[in-house]
């Protein structure tokens, strides 16, 4: 279909590129756009108003806003659900689909569900399904059927998203008049600007407004402020772009496109403007009912003729000129209706009636009238005001098939309120104020109730003498600005006996629901909503707060400012899990020896914020890499690089009693020159890390800790002792030393090559020692553990040397077939002698009975970090347990986080998974219901939807006797 015959002429249409046309589909129909179009200027170029279809009743919904600043216009790009019509711009053969209907979307059979109303009252699915008992069962399936918009597409390929961060002195949210005149008086004092504008063309509402009689004004003042702006270096614009919240110290993520931003400011302005606000009357929803705003936009944007007669229902100056861009390009113009009685400037209606539009002062629309099937509106019944909310009997009814409102405005509160701001109603001024704001965040312009066009530009230039300040580039006093202009009418709430007078377009309410709401006992805001689901929708109450707070104000003899509003909480605008998921950007570390594994041939993988070799190898053949390097190990000598593991180092006369605190174990007669295993649990009693002690001297230790739980470990030591005052020194060393695990039969044989100074006999250095050596010229610590099981010695040296030191081992080391093994491998070890590793074969519930760590807790000591909880969560009944289990080599092999399942209750779910090659058989560890827990009990693994039969056996799986680490 052609979309000519509703386009304006340039210079309307400032974002489209009339020379490029676009084919797309709308519901299996062909039409055409231009480049620029979104898809709702598109369709309505080519007079299609109806587009999707209300949540609750199925209703007829059109454009709104013309912004994205509602649901009306949701609709379905292929797999992709929820897209903003208005906001969404139109592609070649873009297949496009209306949502929420059942049939056709021109002929929805579920729009019967109107008529129904009175059997769905405000909150009818809390008080119709819950009894008898069972119904439930019974109507969750037509529910399920019946709720929801959108269609998810479940064989949906992940797309590449991305992150990014910047830095500026300044941020000025909002590219109006305000957000220009502040982001050019702040660059012109020398800070750096970043001006972010939701919209895809910067100027706000100079874009679309018309701000005088000659409707000039507008066009010069935002070419003028254009042109400053680009041409200044020090400002940088990011259009199309959403800053989607407001967190501590004025972090500010951005959305653009397939991009989140992380902006750092040293000083924010919000400019962010105001939301229109609709006026409540019967039918207020139908397709060709809009703000005032929208059908401005319509033709400044887009060169889209927004009817061919209209009505224009206002409570401010701004619905006179909106008629008068109307009338400017061929939209007969029957009437303004002004819900005020003799409030607007002469000059205003003596342009109104140059043009020959009729004016009604007093009046409202009280009901809009539709065509069949409510898909556009075709007239309306206008009543003068009464009272407070009443209409007089006398009708007069004016056909239009446009109906423009604006009952004022709402600012754009929701950054500034999730920033801790204070939303104030002065109700005899029916006007919103933010107060209150944090240091370094300032406001300007129509959000700070600034609605004149020179105070708000002057406004903007306030904020950011305010900014310049803070900054210490002035120390000039910014002068106070005001605006005599009151845009808000106080009470634009006529209701209907007949209903449909909707306060919030997103969920079908109408004012009757939030009277009912407040009737029922929910007299609180907050409960309402809740309720209600007021505010619950797409759109988040940005048109639905003001009329739903003065409902409640009214209904429960308070004003607005004692209920105040709903609480805004991020994001502002709905994002993307792609856009919080992304690429990973947090920065990694690398150990000393990084570039040695790289020639070796490792498959490098993320362990916390480090880098470790997983395998050496084809990446392709992971398993058999694994497998060959454990075998290996098991029978000749491996080298794994530890350098991730966490040190501190703790000296002083009370470091033995600090260590006795802090750790489950005894530790104030650990004898000097021994390890010993140390556990660390929460106050809750959670085991939250482990690692060992070694004790260098009566006075110091040196502990290790996870490599992703080392940072907690000494954030959390450094804590206690600020309370505890005991003479103790703590040091995180982690990046000071490196490590290697030197592991198998032959380990000895190779470290003796090195060490000629240490007798590393068994008798001279057993299990469990700490000795400090001379590794061919290296001071080492060495520690005698095994958490692969085999012989092994941890060498811990400084970690300028850690290249040094893995170089000397793998040469001396060739004569004994020496290999590199990884962590994967060393994960398979561990579990082989079935070692926890804490937070993958732990949760956070995990206490140290559940995990068989008791012998790691010291019982007759006073105290320790979780001592109480402990005792308290051990004496009651247990009702899991970690376990060890096998299964034979050809079963299915579960994975971590499988369900262990009894019966149809869930009893635990598998930590760690793999196949032994010791041992021919596949080993596990998972958390099993106490009834199964004991060796010979079986437990049952729900494996790709198949119940796997498994043995809980005693652990350890390999070498039970612990003979070949020992020797």
Known sequence: MSDTNMRLNAPMGLLLNRDEQ????????????????????????????????????????????????????????????????????????????????????????????????????????????????????????????????????LNFEPEYYDKKYLFTDVMVVGSGPAGLSAALKAADGGAQVLLVEEMPLVGGALAYNRFDIEGIEADRLRAELIAKVEAHDKITVMVDTVCNAWFTDNYLPLIQGKRLFKVRAKECIIASGAYEQHVVFRNNDLPGVVMCSAATRMMK????????SAVVLTGNDDGYLTALELNDHGVNVKAVVDMREGAA???????????????????????????????????????????????????RVIDCDLLCMSAGYMPAYQLLCQAGAQLSYADDLAEFTL??????????????????????????????????????????????????????????????PKGKDFVDFDEDLQAKDIVNATRLGYRDVQLVKRFSTVGMGPSQGRHSALPTARLVANSTDRTVTETGVTTARPPFAPEKLAHIAGRIFDPYRRTPMHHRHLELGAKMIPAGNWRRPAFYGDPNERDACIHAE??????????????????????????????NRIYTFAFLKQPVGKTRYAVYTNEHGVVIDDGVACRIAEDHFYVTATTSGVDR??????????QWRLDVDILNVTSAYCAVNLAGPDARKVLE?????????????????????????????????????????????????????????????????????????????????????????????????ELSMTWAVNRK??????????????????????????????????????????????????????????????????????????????????????????EVVNLPFYDPDNLRQEM
């Open 435 to 496: 107060s209150k704001l944090p240091e370094h965040l300032h406001i300007a312009g129509s959000v700070n109730g600034i609605h004149q066009l020179d105070s708000v530009m002057a406004d903007g230039q306030r904020a950011a003498q305010l900014a310049l300040n803070n900054l210490n580039l002035s120390d000039e006093l910014p002068g106070k600005v005001s605006c005599s202009v009151k845009p808000n009418f106080d009470w634009p709430i006529f209701s209907h």
């Open 301 to 308: 944007l887009y060169a889209i003729k927004p009817g061919q």
């Open 22 to 153: 676009v084919d797309f589909l709308f519901e299996g129909q062909r039409y055409q756009g231009y480049a620029g179009d979104c898809i709702a200027s598109a369709l309505l170029a080519n007079d299609r108003w109806l587009m999707s279809r209300s949540f609750k009743y199925h209703r007829p919904r059109g454009p709104l806003t013309m912004a994205g600043q509602d649901a009306n216009t949701l609709v379905q790009l292929g797999g992709d659900p929820n897209a903003l019509a208005d906001r969404t711009p139109i592609a070649p053969n873009m297949q496009i689909e209306g949502q929420n209907y059942n049939g056709t979307l021109d002929k929805d059979r579920d729009a019967m569900l109107g008529h129904f109303g009175r059997f769905m009252p405000v909150g009818f699915y809390y008080r119709s399904f819950f009894k008898p008992m069972g119904v439930w069962d019974k109507w969750e399936g037509v529910i399920r059927e019946k709720a929801g918009l959108g269609r998810l597409d």
């Open 713 to 722: 470990v000494y954030r959390d030591m450094t804590k206690w002792n600020a």
């Open 861 to 950: 000591k006073p105290f320790f970090v979780g001592c109480r909880s402990v005792d308290i969560v051990m004496a009651q009944p247990q009702t899991r347990k970690l376990v060890g289990f096998v299964l034979p080599a050809e079963s299915k092999k579960p994975e971590e986080g499988h369900l262990v399942l009894e019966g149809d209750a869930i009893t635990g779910n598998v930590t760690s998974c793999e196949y032994s090659p010791a041992l021919k058989q596949i080993v596990g560890l998972a958390f099993a219901g106490i009834n199964s827990s004991q060796p010979g009990d079986h437990i049952y693994i729900r494996v790709d939807g198949q119940l796997v039969e498994a």
């Open 630 to 659: 454990s075998v290996h190990v098991r029978n000749k000598v491996g080298l794994i690089d530890v350098s991730t593991l966490g040190g501190i180092e703790l000296k002083g006369p009370d470091a033995a009693e600090f260590m």
């Open 753 to 849: 090559t090195l060490v000629t100074d240490t007798d590393l006999s068994p008798e001279g250095f057993p299990f469990l020692a700490y000795g400090e050596a001379d590794v061919a010229g290296i001071p080492a610590r060495l520690l005698r553990v095994g958490f692969v099981g085999e012989l092994g010695y941890e060498i811990h040296v400084p970690s300028r040397y850690g290249e040094a030191l893995w170089d000397l081992l793998m040469d001396a080391g060739k004569a004994f077939d020496i290999k590199p093994f990884g962590v994967e491998t060393q994960r398979l070890l561990r579990l082989e002698k079935g070692h926890v590793i804490v937070s993958q074969d732990t949760d956070g519930m995990s206490h140290p009975g």
């Open 345 to 395: 400037p002469m000059d205003l209606i003596d342009a109104l009636s140059k043009r020959g539009i009729t004016l009604h002062q007093g009046y409202t629309v009280y009901e809009a009238l539709a065509e069949k099937g409510n898909k556009r509106v075709k007239a309306v019944d206008v009543r003068k005001i009464t009272a407070k909310g009443e209409v007089g009997n006398a009708s």
